[in-house]
Every structure is written in structure tokens, then in C-alpha cells.
């Protein structure tokens, strides 16, 4: 921009003229990313615990991550799902080893990992009765996408009125209440998903029981466990999925947002036992596992090993749940917090709109999930200092 300020403004109204309205956007255009901090057209440096919706895992700039693309840039970009290429097999190798799941779908994105996970579970359910009547059991307050079929199974009906009907066959239980999904149960169940930590609907975390309950009960019933791991997933919580902490293995997973570390790539991943009721034509994808998005997923995978992002996690979390419940017993207008390691969540007595807009004006970004809670689901890399720089910034707007 030959160093002259840039009219954010002026692009900001173009923006509104080409791109259609389904977003309440921020009036910043960001420009670029070193660290865990951001910049717009003009330079202004913001620090980032939103990281694109927890999806920049390793900050930004990281260089081993951006030479593996630029490898793959110069090889092959895509070939289409009638043939083998090597990265979409090292990086379904790794995630195999990562999620002990045995076999892998790649997407484009988390909303086509859920679609892929229904249609995997109403296969199972078909191949063993030879009906199509099969239901499936959501949580309320769940969410799980925006496509016709993910929307059918999200449980917060602001999502869903305006375009029913949906895919039908969906029952909603609450959440952390085993004896309300028993109720939900019939002869035509072939699954239940879960989202072992609960993101938009408000950073709740399940109880261990719960999950363990739903585990027996899908085994005396042989329905499918599905787990949502888009966004508490890749090492978000302190392990790699969160149901690892929970000790507690489903059938399917879903995976997505921190997978690629910003590439657009999402997964679906099975035990031998629900994958096999796939066949060839059942399911497929023109991009998925290209080789493009599945080199940052392969990278991703060595990244975390190497630089021991799991060990990190779990010890800057403690500090950033300590600092937040500092700020929990400090202010009377913040009822509490909640979440797992890096996914954290503080809930207010109104609405957030305004700290979250002047936490930009002082520099920091921070997203919302619902009307009065603050989502915390920065880069995994954070330090000490960067939380302390946070909650600093908080307590001058407090």
C-alpha cells in the first residue's frame, strides 16, 4: 500500500456491495499475521484469542508449516479422489495414529465431516435392517453446521427455523442428562452425536459419566457413537481429541478447523466396524484429500509433535484459568467460566457486544459465543505473557 493509510471504511463498503449478508462482520480489515498477533491494512497490531475461530493452532508465519505448502504448490495441487497421492496418505496415517480411529475421510470442511458422519451411521443402521426409517439423537444447545444435514442435528432452533424441514429422523436429549437421552432411544436409533465440549452452544464441557453412560448404551444397543471434535478437537483441551480425556472411544469423529491450521480441511474418521459400511459410490467428494489441504494436515500433525504443543497447552491453560477466575471473583457482572484447557469461556450477566468491540478499539481480538458469553480460543502457542497482556486489556475496559 506504498505506506500510505489505507481507507478501511471506503473498502469496507465495497466489501458490503459484493459479498452477501450473512455475516454481522467487525469494521477491521486484517491484513496479516506473525505470531499470535494480527494486523489491518494500517498496521494496527491486535493480539488474537480468537484464532479464526480456533483454527490457527500454531500461530501465524510458522515457517516449517508455510514451506510444506509451498513445496506442495510446486508438485501438485489436486487429482481428484480417482487416485493416490502421498500426502493424503501420510496424513490419514497420522491422524489413524492420532485419533485411534482405522480408517479416514477427508472434506473441505467440519459442516462435510458431519454430513459424512450421518450418512456413515444411516448406512450402518441400513446394511443391518434393511430400513431407511433410522433416527439419530443430538444434545441440545449443539451445533454442528450450517449445511442441510448438520443443521438437522444442531440443537439451538434459532438455526434451524427458517429452513425446515430438515433432514428428519432427529431427536433432541439435553446435554450431561444420560436418563433424557434414554428417553430418546427407540428400536429406530443408529446413533448419537455429542460434542464433548460444547462450543457455540456455551463452552460447556461433559461430565465423564455422561460420556461413559452413552458409551455403554450405544454398545447395548449397537448404535454408533459419533463425537464432534471440530473444535475442541486437535489438542484444544490438553490431548489431541477430547474424548481422550475422557477415556472414552467412539465410533466416529468428526475434525476439522485446527486439522489444516487455516487450509480449509476437515475429516471423518471410523473404527473398522461403522467404516465398513461404506462402499464405493456411497460417498465422495470432488477436493477432499487433495494433496494441497492434506500436506498441512501431514505438517500439522509433525508440528505438534515436535514442538510439544500438547505439553504446552496443558500447562498455559492453568494459567489462563487461573487468571480468568481471578476475573470471575473480581467483577459482581461475571456470573462464570467455563470450558477445557484452551477453550474457555466466561459468561456475563448481559449481553458482551461492547467489551468484545472495545477490546478491538484497545487491541485485542476475542470472539462471542451466544449473546452474553466471551469465547477464549486462542493459537495454542500462547505464553504467560500473552495472557497477562489479555486480561490487562480486559480489566482496562472492566
Do not use: W
Request: negative net charge.
Amino acid at each position: 500500500m506504498d505506506n500510505m493509510p489505507v481507507d478501511m471504511p471506503k473498502f469496507i463498503e465495497k466489501a458490503e456491495h459484493v459479498l452477501m449478508h450473512t455475516y454481522s462482520r467487525y469494521q477491521i480489515v486484517l491484513d496479516r499475521g506473525e505470531g499470535v498477533y494480527l494486523y489491518n491494512l494500517n498496521g494496527k497490531k491486535y493480539l488474537d484469542f480468537a484464532a479464526g475461530i480456533a483454527v490457527f493452532a500454531l500461530g501465524y508465519g510458522n515457517k516449517e508449516y508455510n514451506d510444506a505448502l509451498k513445496n506442495q504448490i510446486d508438485k501438485l495441487l489436486h487429482t481428484s479422489n480417482y487416485y493416490y497421492n502421498v500426502p493424503t496418505v501420510e496424513a490419514a496415517e497420522k491422524l489413524k495414529k492420532a485419533s485411534g480411529m482405522d480408517r479416514v475421510f477427508f472434506t473441505n470442511s467440519g459442516t462435510e465431516a458431519i454430513e459424512g458422519a450421518i450418512k456413515l451411521a444411516r448406512k450402518y443402521y441400513y446394511n443391518k435392517n434393511n430400513r431407511t426409517d433410522s433416527e439419530i439423537i443430538s444434545m441440545n444447545r449443539s451445533f454442528h453446521g450450517r449445511s442441510m444435514g448438520a443443521l438437522s442435528v444442531t440443537g439451538q432452533p434459532q438455526y434451524r427455523a427458517a429452513f425446515e424441514p430438515l433432514i428428519g429422523g432427529v431427536v433432541f436429549a439435553d446435554f450431561n442428562d444420560i436418563s433424557s437421552v434414554k428417553e430418546k432411544v427407540t428400536d429406530k436409533t443408529c446413533a448419537i452425536i455429542v460434542e464433548p465440549v460444547q462450543g457455540e452452544g456455551g463452552l460447556y464441557p461433559a461430565d465423564r459419566e455422561f460420556l461413559v453412560d452413552i458409551r455403554k448404551l450405544c454398545d447395548e444397543k449397537d448404535m454408533l457413537l459419533i463425537f464432534d471434535e471440530i473444535q475442541c478437537g486437535m489438542g484444544r483441551t490438553g490431548n489431541m481429541f477430547a474424548y481422550q480425556g475422557y477415556g472414552v472411544k467412539p465410533d466416529i469423529i468428526t475434525t476439522a478447523k485446527a486439522l489444516g491450521c487455516g487450509v480449509p480441511v476437515g475429516a471423518f474418521a471410523a473404527t473398522e466396524k461403522a467404516a465398513a459400511a461404506f462402499e464405493p459410490g456411497d460417498h465422495g467428494t470432488t477436493y477432499g484429500g487433495n494433496p494441497f489441504a492434506t500436506a498441512a494436515v501431514s505438517k500439522v500433525f509433525d508440528l505438534f509433535e515436535s514442538e510439544q504443543l500438547l505439553a504446552h497447552v496443558n500447562e498455559i491453560s492453568v494459567y489462563l484459568v487461573q487468571k480468568l477466575d481471578e476475573l470471575v471473583g473480581k467483577y459482581d457482572f461475571i456470573l462464570e467460566r467455563r470450558g477445557k484447557g484452551l477453550m474457555q469461556g466466561l459468561e456475563f450477566k448481559g449481553p458482551v457486544k461492547d467489551y468484545i468491540l472495545k477490546a478491538m478499539d484497545k487491541g485485542l481480538i476475542i470472539i462471542a459465543a451466544g449473546a452474553n458469553i466471551i469465547r477464549f480460543v486462542p493459537p495454542l502457542v500462547i505464553t504467560k505473557e500473552h495472557v497477562d497482556e489479555m486480561i490487562c486489556i480486559l480489566e482496562s475496559i472492566f
